[in-house]
């Protein structure tokens, strides 16, 4: 049962197709889109309306927002204005990328960071969509990055975002 949208998984489907009729480059095409974004959920001991906070306020971002394979690598955060920020990140005293945020509540309980990336060879915008459902004894975050240009990027975020919100569920858990 997937608790996101409650419905069943099935493992087998009888789509009336036959699997050697299908295009190896649709499936090809398929798969390559989903290695360029980060799909995830966590759950959360925590009521909603807090982790909605935490999200959705830039000034808050900093306390949780962690690098990936923080060894060498480090975030310095900026506000920028009340909901525009930016990330420099650091490896050694070297700037590797800088990401351009704004921070939008889009619906109840759903906010969306739209960011501008920026390394020496290139510049690419993506979407952070993040939408908490609430249940007993917490909440549960729906997280898709999407808008990458290159698998490996959308690999490094993906280890962000579960260190981050492993960060962020530590912090939830405390207060």
């Given at each position: 049962?997937n ?10 489907i009888?789509?009336g197709?036959?699997?050697?009729a ?5 499936i090809?095409?398929i ?13 959360f001991k925590?009521?909603?309306s ?5 999200l ?5 971002i900093?306390?949780?927002l ?7 690598l480090?975030f ?9 920020f930016r ?6 005293q070297?700037l590797?990328?800088s990401?351009?945020g704004?921070?939008w509540?889009?619906g ?17 915008e993506?979407?952070v969509?993040?939408?908490?459902l609430s249940?007993s ?5 729906a997280?898709k ?19 981050s919100?492993e960060c962020?569920g530590?912090l939830m858990?405390?207060?």
């Amino acid at each position: 049962m997937n608790e996101l949208t409650g419905t069943r998984h099935s493992p087998h489907i009888d789509s009336g197709l036959d699997p050697g009729a299908l295009d190896p480059r649709m499936i090809a095409r398929i798969s390559r889109r989903h290695e360029k974004e980060v799909a995830l959920s966590f759950q959360f001991k925590a009521d909603s309306s807090r982790v909605f906070y935490a999200l959705s306020l830039p000034e808050y971002i900093e306390a949780w927002l962690r690098a990936p394979d923080t060894d060498d690598l480090r975030f310095v955060f900026n506000q920028v204005a009340e909901e525009t920020f930016r990330i420099d990140l650091y490896r050694g005293q070297t700037l590797q990328a800088s990401v351009d945020g704004s921070c939008w509540v889009v619906g109840a309980n759903q906010v969306r960071y739209i960011w501008k990336i920026t390394t020496v060879l290139d510049s690419t915008e993506t979407l952070v969509d993040m939408k908490l459902l609430s249940g007993s004894g917490g909440c549960v975050l729906a997280l898709k990055h999407s808008g990458f240009n290159d698998p490996t990027e959308s690999a490094r975020c993906r280890r962000m975002w579960e260190q981050s919100l492993e960060c962020l569920g530590r912090l939830m858990e405390k207060n």
